[in-house]
Each structure stands twice: as structure tokens, then as C-alpha cells.
């Protein structure tokens, strides 16, 4: 409805704007003078030199127009379905259970006894076997001997050199220096009233300059002779005593133990497992099968028609009186005398026409 009355809004607005002269109502010229305004550039075409009145603005009318719109009402009707419930019903049926029971049997069972005897097994001894063997021995013996040999002894000498010597020379410098002084001084006080009551001593630094002597070492390079002690290398003969190893052979007799193997025969315990038959009466538990009747709960399906009250949305149509509004065109006051102009926004037939003024 909205977007309906919008539409009617600027198609007014569009026919207020862009109506066409009397004379383009039905795609007629009925004056010549069709090129004033609005389409002037057509009349300028076909009917130069037209002296044409200046176009007037086109007055407004409302009109009364019955228009349909719709709107949307909301009805209760009264609607047949169908309801599914669940109704339970008691039932019989037999099912199948495994019931244990239990019986004696005889089997023949295998016992198993350890028993323990003894057997006579053979086992290898290694015993030690000790023997006498000659063997040959090297000893080394120590001996000593005189050696000559050359060696350097260095020999010191005492030569005379001279050389350069720098000795440093106190010489007293009287150097200006600016030291900090404290020193006390008076101090006039007074009373809260501002009259003077005394004196009070501060300390006050203050800088002064002062001469002070400072020894300064100056450098003095003189020649002296010294007493330079070189060694010298000398070659001299002596005799040092060597000792060098000896070796002899000697044949000794030495002890050699050597291992022999020899089988002796024991006894030993040997457990075997004998086995024993035996019957005994054992219980077995078998299941057997047997039916059984019971009572079950079954719920089954039932369809009811049911009414119940449903909200329909429906489109309603209703008349209303509305104001439209439509635009005139203006008559010219002046014929050109020929002239076709095309039709303009009146939506005519596309045809021009000679004519006059609008009757």
C-alpha cells in the first residue's frame, strides 16, 4: 500500500513538471505558437521567426479520485486435526530362559608326585700337577766406568763502560694557589620588634689566593763509567763415572703347576614328576532351556479428530477517497500560422497540427 501511494505521488509530481502545452494534448498543434516554453527547440525547426507570449505556469487541481487499497486482518477459525495418543494395553508372551542347573559327574583326573632318588653321575676334577723345568735367564749387572767428556764453563770478566745516567734534581717553585678559608664573624641580631639585641658568630668561607712553595723535579742526563761484568764461554776436559747394565745368561731350575683333568664318579638327588590316575565326582552346571509366560505393557497408536481454534491472516481490499493532483496547460495568445510540433508530454498520437490559439 505504501509503495502504491508513493507511486501516485511522483506521478503527480511528474505531470505537474513535465505537462505539455494545450496544443500537445492530443499530438495537435492547435496554435503556432508551440515553440514558446517547453518544446521550443522542434517549432524552431519548422516555424522560424515565430513571435510567440511567454508561457504562464501551469495552475494545480486536485481532483477526487476513489482509489483500492488492502490491509491485512487477522481471523480465528475453527480447524479439524488429527491428534495421535499413546494408549497403553497389558499383553501376554512367552520368552525363553536359560535356567542353570547342577549335576554330579565322575572324571578321571592325572596327579602329578614329585619323587626324589638318587643317581650316580660322572664329573671331570682339574687338578694341579707341579713339575721341575730348566729355563735360561738373562741378569743385568751394573758396571762402572770413567768417561771422559767437554764441557763450557762461562768465565766472568770485568769490563769498564760508559754510558748515560738521568738523575731528577728537587728545585723549590713558589706557585699562586686559590684555597678556601672558614673564618668566624659577628652577626648584629634582633629581637621579633626589630630592635638589636646582640651578636651571633657564623662560620663564612670565603676564597683567597696564597703562595706556596712546590718542589719540582727537573732531569739531568750526565755520562758515567760503570763496571760491566760479561761472561765469557771456556772450554774444559773432565772425567764423569757411567754406569751401563751387563746382561749374563744363567740356567736355573723353576717349579711350572699345570692343570690336569680327571673324571670322578658321585651321587646326586634327581626329582621326577610321576603321574597318578585317580577318579572323582565333580559338579558341572548346565543351562537348560524353558519357556516362560509374562506380562508386558504395550502402547499403541490412536487417532482422535480434534478442533482447535487457528489465527489466518488475510488481505482485505477497502475504498478510499483520495485528492489527485492534475495540471492545465496554458493557451498561447499568438498563431504563428504554420508550424508542426511533435507531441510533448500529453501523450498524444505523435502527430502535429496547424491551428490556432487553445478554444
Known amino acids: ?35 514558446c516554453g517547453q518544446g521550443s527547440a522542434p517549432v524552431a525547426a519548422y516555424a522560424p521567426g515565430c513571435n510567440a507570449a511567454p508561457c ?65 653321575f660322572t664329573y671331570n676334577v682339574c687338578v694341579p700337577v707341579q713339575t721341575m723345568e730348566e729355563r735360561t735367564v738373562v741378569n743385568y749387572q751394573q758396571v762402572q766406568r770413567q768417561v771422559p767428556y767437554t764441557y763450557t764453563v762461562m768465565v ?9 745516567q738521568t738523575t731528577y734534581q728537587c728545585v723549590p717553585e713558589v706557585v699562586q694557589q686559590v684555597v678556601p678559608v672558614c673564618r668566624t664573624i659577628q652577626v648584629p641580631t634582633c629581637d621579633p620588634c626589630g630592635n638589636p639585641c646582640g651578636y651571633t658568630c657564623q662560620r663564612v668561607m670565603e676564597y683567597q689566593t696564597v703562595s706556596c712553595t712546590v718542589m719540582k723535579q727537573v732531569p739531568i742526563v750526565q755520562n758515567v763509567v760503570i763496571n760491566q761484568v760479561v761472561c ?12 751401563e747394565l751387563v746382561p749374563t745368561q744363567q740356567k736355573i731350575q723353576v717349579a711350572v703347576v699345570r ?5 670322578q664318579t658321585g651321587k646326586r638327588l634327581v626329582c621326577e614328576v610321576v603321574p597318578t590316575q585317580q577318579e572323582v565326582l565333580v559338579n558341572v552346571c548346565a543351562y537348560e532351556t524353558r519357556q516362560e509366560t509374562g506380562t508386558r505393557t504395550v502402547f ?5 479428530k ?20 492534475v495540471a492545465t496547460a496554458p ?29
Open 156 to 164: 766472568p770478566r770485568t769490563v769498564q763502560r760508559t754510558v748515560q
Open 300 to 304: 499403541e497408536s490412536v487417532a482422535q
Open 1 to 35: 500500500m505504501k509503495r502504491l501511494l508513493s507511486g501516485l505521488f511522483l506521478a503527480a509530481l511528474a505531470g505537474i513538471v513535465l505537462v505539455p502545452s494545450d496544443s500537445d494534448a492530443f499530438g495537435h498543434n492547435r496554435s503556432s505558437c508551440g515553440g
Open 306 to 325: 480434534v478442533s482447535r481454534k487457528v489465527a489466518v491472516c488475510t488481505t482485505v481490499p477497502y475504498q478510499e477517497l483520495i485528492n489527485v493532483p
Open 232 to 243: 765469557e764461554a771456556v772450554q774444559q776436559q773432565g772425567t764423569r763415572t757411567v754406569c
Open 56 to 120: 504562464a505556469p501551469a495552475p494545480v487541481q486536485y481532483v477526487q479520485q476513489t482509489v483500492t487499497r488492502y490491509r491485512q486482518e487477522v481471523t480465528w477459525q475453527e480447524v479439524q486435526e488429527t491428534v495421535y495418543q499413546q494408549v497403553p494395553r497389558q499383553e501376554k508372551f512367552q520368552y525363553t530362559v536359560q535356567v542353570p542347573v547342577t549335576r554330579q559327574e565322575k572324571r578321571t583326573v592325572t596327579n602329578y608326585q614329585q619323587v626324589q632318588r638318587e643317581v650316580e
Open 259 to 263: 692343570y690336569e683333568y680327571r673324571p
Open 331 to 359: 493557451c498561447y495568445q499568438q498563431d504563428c500560422g504554420y508550424g508542426y510540433v511533435s507531441a510533448g508530454y500529453g501523450g498524444g498520437h505523435g502527430h502535429g497540427r496547424r491551428g490556432g490559439c487553445c478554444r
